[in-house]
């Protein structure tokens, strides 16, 4: 008999119960907070962004497991990059760095993918000199 | 570390006197109790013993009133089918209480679709079912109601007695559910009126691998499970002797020792909660208070600002087993059904965690499980949450306790939430 099981593997255990990058930044240059209305989870991540790459990425997860180990996952991988290449981040990079998720579990990782592109969002629109350079297609942000 | 087992509602340890029992079932004794030799007739006899013990535990009139299925719900399913068909040309119309158990709803859902109607009748906001709602709703179509005895998620004790006239002042067969009250509540199915009643023996310190269904001869049943004529014809399929043997030993003794084990679980539930309450912040009991109404094995709570499958995985990790009706744990990411009926908002059904007490429970086990669970799982989970720390900048407001600052916690979840 083994002397450990788990529900989820030893990664995501890992960054369950020791996660990175907890907490707020101050002066963050954008904050995202975002719901799952599937389950009710909410994640918020706060980017420091200076020269156009994220130099600091932090989080708050109110979920299960598999949400905030999502989370701690998500700001580990975005930091030091542009917002161009953080623009095309998606959620199946978190669920490859944290070796898999459960099936019913993979919405925790869309919900990273969504809180750290509500963030870039939330730092486009108070600098419409940046969002015009990233994505030039996007609708004009409010003068 | 210390190992605190708080699940009993999901299994408990086989007693050391029902393995003894079971033993030689499992070896030298293994015939077939429908074969006619003597290995057949020592299992058959085994058997009879064991229905005798299960019919003493619930006051049945008769052993030959105790049938053996696999585990409770198949019991559930045999009683609401096996009625139902029985009875399907003199109506087709059910009742049951809106927090009955998934094997129960599960199974009228399925005659439902083959046209049979149900009516589920609503609970307050601590579980209980109002017998005159029964009453009200009960028709010259219905063929059977359904009520548990104990809510399997909250502990509220339903006032079973008093549906049990209502059915029989209306010739209607009763059917109880028992799976979370069985050993635990003294159970009378003449009192009760119930004409069936149903529990799994792995619930008080027996082997699981069993099922019983009480039924008396008022209630016609048919079997839904077809073969050769075992347990009266009621459901095909080699008996499980060994573990029936073990039930039987488990029913006689939660029988014998059930004062103590209701007045040491009782004890503990209350300090349990005390102590809970003194330690965290912002924590709800769901389910009536610790007291006459409440099965003494069971603490249901919602802790605010966390969710509850983060805070079972780090109770397991301190070696503490617990249960939660949280979305997260459930595999159709859906709040426990019973905690929605009593109208617990999503937030707090999130932050649910169910405690279930045994009579191999202790008070250091307590003492460990309230500082763990303040310390080592609320703490950190909170310092984790968003909602927390925007409840601490008085941006949203607890449900539990309002401060009348900032907006509710639904309000603010409505306002960020996505597509997911």
């Not at chain 2, 499992?26 to 058959?44: C, D, I, M, W």
Request: aromatic residues 6%; contains cysteine; proline residues 5%.
């Amino acid at each position: 008999m083994s002397d450990n099981y788990t529900l989820y593997n030893q990664t995501v255990m890992d960054h369950f119960l020791n996660p990175r990058n907890l907490g707020d930044l101050k002066d963050a240059d954008g904050v995202g907070e975002v719901g799952a209305a599937a389950c009710g989870d909410i994640m918020k991540i706060s980017l420091k962004i200076e020269d156009g790459k994220i130099k600091d990425a932090r989080f708050k997860t109110f979920g299960c497991g598999s949400a905030i180990a999502s989370s701690s996952m998500a700001t580990e991988l975005i930091k030091g990059r542009s917002i161009e290449e953080a623009m095309s981040f998606s959620n199946q990079e978190v669920v490859s760095a944290l070796g898999g998720l459960p099936p019913v579990k993979i919405h925790c990782s869309v919900l990273a993918e969504e809180a750290l592109k509500a963030a870039l969002e939330d730092y486009l629109k108070k600098h419409p000199e940046m969002a015009a350079r990233v994505q030039p297609k996007a609708e004009a942000p409010p003068a | 570390m210390r190992q605190v087992y708080l699940d009993h509602q999901s299994a408990t340890p086989l007693l050391p006197e029902a393995l003894d029992a079971m033993r030689p079932f499992l070896t030298e004794a293994f015939g077939n109790p429908s074969s006619l030799h003597q290995l057949g007739l020592r299992a058959r006899e085994a058997m009879h013993h064991a229905r005798v013990q299960i019919a003493a535990l619930l006051n049945a009139e008769s052993p030959e009133d105790i049938f053996f299925t696999s585990d409770g719900q198949e019991s559930a399913n045999l009683a609401v089918k096996g009625v139902a068909y029985a009875n399907q040309r003199k109506g087709h119309h059910i009742v049951c209480s809106e927090t009955e158990h998934p094997a129960v709803l599960n199974s009228i859902e399925f005659l439902e679709k083959q046209g049979f109607t149900c009516t589920k009748v609503k609970v307050d906001r601590q579980g209980f079912v109002n017998p005159d709602e029964v009453r009200a709703v009960i028709t010259d179509q219905t063929i059977l109601v359904a009520v548990h005895h104990v809510n399997h998620d909250i502990g509220a004790i339903e006032p079973v007695k008093a549906i049990g006239r209502i059915a029989a002042e209306r010739g209607v067969p009763f059917y109880v559910d028992a799976e979370a009250s069985a050993g635990w509540l003294p159970i009378d199915v003449q009192a009760f009126g119930a004409n069936l009643l149903s529990f799994s023996p792995h619930k008080l310190y027996g082997p699981k691998g069993v099922g019983v269904l009480y039924r008396n001869k008022k209630a016609r049943l048919v079997s839904i499970l077809h073969g050769g004529v075992q347990e009266g014809g009621r459901r095909a399929g080699i008996e499980n002797v060994p573990a029936i043997v073990g039930a039987g030993v488990a029913a006689e003794l939660a029988l014998r020792d059930m004062p103590q084990r209701i007045a040491h679980t009782a004890r503990l539930q209350r300090k349990l909660w005390e102590q809970l309450q003194a330690r965290v912040p912002y924590l709800q009991l769901n389910g009536p208070e610790p007291g006459p109404h409440r099965i003494s094995t069971n603490l249901n709570i919602s802790t605010e600002f966390i969710e509850g499958e983060g805070q079972l995985l780090r109770c397991d990790v301190h070696g503490i087993a617990v249960a939660s009706g949280s979305s997260c744990v459930s595999k159709s990411l859906k709040i426990s059904h019973v905690l929605a009926a009593i109208g617990l908002n999503h937030a707090l059904a999130q932050g649910n965690l169910i405690m279930s007490l045994g009579k191999d429970n202790t008070d250091e086990d307590i003492d460990y499980v309230v500082e763990t669970f303040a310390e080592k799982v609320v703490a950190p989970l909170r310092a984790m949450s968003p909602m927390w720390d925007e409840f601490e900048r008085g941006l949203i407001d607890s449900a539990i306790h309002p401060r009348g600052q900032g907006k509710s916690f639904a309000a603010h979840a409505a306002t960020i939430s996505g597509k997911h």
